[in-house]
């Protein structure tokens, strides 16, 4: 139901135009799945000019912040995800100076570059190639690699301990990590 | 352009359906891109009653068989790949007993286990988690599912040589690997 329980929110959320956002769609169990999800930011306008995200994405969204394995988000999830989607969002508008919604391969690295992601040529040619058309990778799917790399990273760093740049697998465990994203 | 080059099919090719419906998206290179890959899997009917194939899921398929990182797909590639994605659907089908378009986890568990993959309850439930809707997975998830696993299995494998279970990657591989799918 839309607004629900919108006058009972907690100390300070009811001023917080991001708590409507939220709200409107997450209905009474507080909770918004990825349909719900998809259209919360598309209503929110938080893709701008952008093509607003596919569900595609908004799933990945979901699972990246899903601690509880309950395949949905609550408020506190859902605010710390619109401030990296609005991070991810500047960061990829710095690149696209012409306003395309698109970057090239060289930008995609800078920008990949400034978020600490230094991958190598051969990665970079991987994630271009199966994310690009003609070259240029769009704003959704430039989100799907921020979420992608973050939780991957993450993953690979749990088991790289000593900070020797390898880790290992257990197979199961490998399916684990790369099936989630 | 349509059926260009098709009088020209190499020897028993023009007598191959497969390779009809290939030459008529394919145009003058001989390759096809992933969103011509699904108008032509759509045309074919190979979902049968279910329903056609998401981009997302093309992208895929292209990646799984882009040896050559052409971003495309010549016929030998596409013709894998069709029986692939026949075996697979005969393997959905043959859980989809309702013919309701969707599988159950234990359901999918099993068609899991006929492949060959013995995966953990843990696995399983993440899998679920990301590709299911209220606890059913579709035909077009199963097909992305099948298609992850293989790709993973096949990374994962080359580097377990000893066949221990265990692999080790250094970060820029993992993230090459992991990337791609």
């Not at 709200?23 to 929110?44: K, M, N, P």
Request: proline fraction near 2%; include cysteine.
């Amino acid at each position: 139901m839309a607004f629900q329980g919108y006058g009972a929110a907690p100390g300070g959320m009811a001023q917080d135009p991001i708590y409507g956002y939220f709200t409107a769609v997450a209905g009474q169990d507080g909770q918004i799945s990825a349909d719900e999800l998809q259209r919360c930011l598309t209503q929110s306008g938080i893709a701008g000019s952008y093509k607003p995200f596919s569900l595609e994405t908004c799933r990945l969204m979901i699972t990246m912040l899903d601690r509880d394995m309950s395949n949905s988000m609550g408020f506190s999830e859902f605010k710390e995800l619109w401030q990296s989607v609005n991070g991810w969002k500047n960061t990829f508008a710095s690149y696209d100076r012409d306003r395309s919604g698109t970057v090239e391969g060289h930008e995609l690295q800078q920008a990949f570059s400034a978020m600490g992601y230094n991958l190598s040529p051969q990665a970079m040619s991987i994630i271009m190639n199966r994310y690009s058309g003609q070259g240029r990778i769009g704003f959704d799917d430039f989100m799907s690699c921020c979420i992608k790399l973050r939780a991957l990273t993450d993953q690979f760093q749990r088991r790289d301990t000593t900070r020797t740049g390898r880790a290992e697998f257990q197979f199961d465990e490998f399916i684990q990590v790369t099936m989630n994203i």
